[in-house]
């Protein structure tokens, strides 16, 4: 069991390009997470997927977007990346609205 | 809008001690709250959940309570090793909404 996976772990990006964080989980959960982490912010909620092919926004959605075409995998894409979104990035994933399970995270730095 | 606070952001104690971390929110109204452990450069790790109908979990040397009327909830940890350094989290699940609202972390360090 890899409980859940994030691929890459390390990106650097110059600004204006674009890229897609991969999560996967295989604990056949329904919900999934997105998550950034920076210093003196703590941890927000970009977007998440309580089910197969569905997305909503969290609290800071804007410059991204998600997909969640397979149950077991949930892509966060940055369209035109901004130094703004240099963060860690973390995915999570959750039997119904229960105990959250965390990837080991994605640093992406925007240059 | 809920709120989680977390005090101290930093804590130094040397090994063997009892401690106790804080968590305080601002809304009474939660579904649940999750601590977590974060070690330096890695991914959370989740520690203990407790039930918004639960008074407290216990899992090892540690021991988390909630008072939702007062909005608290102390993570306890007993006999505290080097290996317990880390940073600790809280984060609580609101009842109209599938997100977790965190706190800042204590940043824990014991001394050998």
């Known amino acids: 069991n890899a409980g859940v996976t994030q691929t890459p772990k390390f990106r650097v990006l110059k600004t204006g390009q674009s890229m897609t964080l991969l999560c996967a989980q295989d604990?056949?959960?329904?919900?999934m997470y997105w998550y950034r982490q920076d210093p003196g912010m703590g941890l927000r909620l970009i977007h998440y997927?309580?089910?197969?092919?569905?997305?909503a926004k969290g609290e800071v959605p804007d410059g991204y977007n998600v997909s969640r075409l397979k149950k077991q995998n949930f892509l966060l894409g940055l369209e035109s990346a901004a130094p703004s979104q240099t963060s860690v990035y973390f995915c999570?994933?959750?039997?119904?609205?229960?105990?959250?399970?965390f990837g080991p995270g994605t640093r992406l730095t925007v240059t | 809008k809920q709120e989680v606070t977390q005090i101290p952001a930093a804590l130094s104690v040397p090994e063997g001690e009892n401690l106790v971390l804080n968590c305080s929110f601002t809304d009474s109204a939660i579904y649940n709250l999750q601590w977590f452990r974060q070690d330096p450069g890695k991914g959370l790790t989740s520690l203990l959940l407790i039930q918004s109908s639960q008074r407290e979990q216990t899992s090892g040397r540690l021991n988390a309570s909630l008072d939702k009327s007062s909005g608290r909830s102390t993570l306890y940890i007993a006999a505290s090793q080097p290996g317990d350094s880390a940073t600790y989290l809280c984060?609580?699940?609101?009842?109209?909404?599938?997100?977790?609202?965190f706190g800042s972390g204590t940043r824990l360090l014991v001394r050998p």
């Open positions: 604990m056949n959960h329904e919900y």
């Open positions: 984060a609580v699940k609101t009842d109209s909404s599938y997100k977790l609202i």
């Open positions: 997927s309580v089910g197969e092919g569905t997305t």
């Open positions: 999570a994933s959750s039997y119904m609205a229960y105990e959250q399970y």
